[in-house]
C-alpha cells in the first residue's frame, strides 16, 4: 500500500470514529470533562501512538496520515483530535527523535495505552519564548532537580508522561544550555516536588485541561534527560 492509499485508509479511520463521536461531543465542554471514553476508543482503533514506529508497537504512519485523522475527527470533536495530534506529533516526535532506546519505549508504553503526552515549555514571565525561560534542572547525585513554574501546559492533571524544558545548571551553578527532561508521573498520585497549582478557565476546548505546574525540586534520573545531538549546548536548536 502506498502513502495515497494509506492517507485514504487512515481517513476512513477518522471518519469513522468522527460520526461516533459526533452525539457526544458537546459534552465534553458543558461539563468540563476529558474525553476519557473517546480516547479508549481511539486507542483500540490504534490512532494514539499511530506514528509510532512498529518496532514499538505503533503503526509506523505518517504525518500525513495522522493529519488526515485529525481533520476527519475535528469535523465532529476538536477536543479528540488535539488529543490525536498530540499523540502523534509534538512531545512525543521529540522523544522519538532524539530519546533512548528506554525513554521510546516508555513513552511509547504509555501513549499506546491512551496517554495524551504534554509538552512543558510555556512560563508565567516567558510566555512561549523558551530563549527567556526561568525553569532549571540543577545537577544532583543520580540525576537533576526541577525548579519553577510552567503554564497553560495542555493536558495538566490528565497527562502522564511530561516533556519538561528547562536551563540545566551544573554541580558547580554554571549554565550548561536547555534540556528537555522526561517526566512521567501519575497526576492522581503526584510525587513530591511536583504539583497542579490551578487550571485555566477557558472560552473554548473546555474538555481539555489547562494546567499551571509547579516542580518545586522534582527529581527526575539522569536516564530521563533527553541529550539530542550537542548536548545541552545545542538544546534550544533542538527544542525549536
Known amino acids: 500500500m502506498d502513502r495515497m492509499d494509506g492517507v485514504a485508509a487512515w481517513r476512513a479511520v477518522g471518519r469513522e470514529l468522527a460520526q461516533r463521536f459526533a452525539p457526544r461531543a458537546a459534552t465534553w465542554d458543558r461539563e468540563r ?3 476519557f471514553e473517546n480516547v479508549e476508543e481511539m486507542r483500540a482503533a490504534g490512532v494514539m501512538g499511530m506514528t509510532l514506529p512498529t518496532a514499538l508497537g505503533g503503526k509506523g504512519a505518517s504525518f500525513a496520515e495522522a493529519c488526515a485523522v485529525v481533520e476527519e475527527v475535528a469535523k465532529a470533536c476538536t477536543l479528540s483530535s488535539r488529543i490525536v495530534v498530540e499523540a502523534n506529533m509534538g512531545g512525543i516526535a521529540g522523544v522519538m527523535a532524539y530519546g533512548t ?3 521510546k519505549a516508555l513513552a511509547a508504553e ?12 510555556t512560563e508565567p514571565g516567558a510566555g512561549s519564548a523558551a530563549t527567556e525561560m526561568a525553569t532549571e534542572a540543577r545537577k544532583v547525585a ?12 495542555t493536558g ?6 511530561h516533556l519538561v524544558f528547562a536551563r540545566a545548571v551544573g554541580a558547580e551553578g554554571e549554565s550548561l544550555g536547555i534540556g528537555g527532561f522526561i517526566v ?13 497549582a490551578r487550571h485555566e478557565r ?3 476546548l473546555c474538555g481539555m485541561p489547562e494546567a499551571e505546574l509547579v516542580f518545586d525540586g522534582l527529581f527526575v534520573p539522569e536516564d530521563m534527560v533527553m541529550d539530542p545531538p550537542g548536548g545541552f549546548a545545542k538544546g534550544f536548536g ?3
Open 33 to 35: 470533562r476529558y474525553c
Open 101 to 103: 532506546p528506554a525513554q
Open 110 to 121: 504509555l501513549v499506546l495505552a491512551g496517554d495524551k503526552p504534554a509538552i512543558c515549555i
Open 142 to 153: 543520580g540525576g537533576w532537580r526541577l525548579h519553577g513554574t510552567k503554564c497553560w501546559i
Open 156 to 161: 495538566g492533571g490528565v497527562s502522564r508522561l
Open 184 to 196: 512521567a508521573l501519575d497526576p492522581k498520585d503526584p510525587p513530591e516536588g511536583f504539583r497542579i
Open 202 to 204: 477557558t472560552l473554548g
Open 238 to 240: 533542538a527544542l525549536m
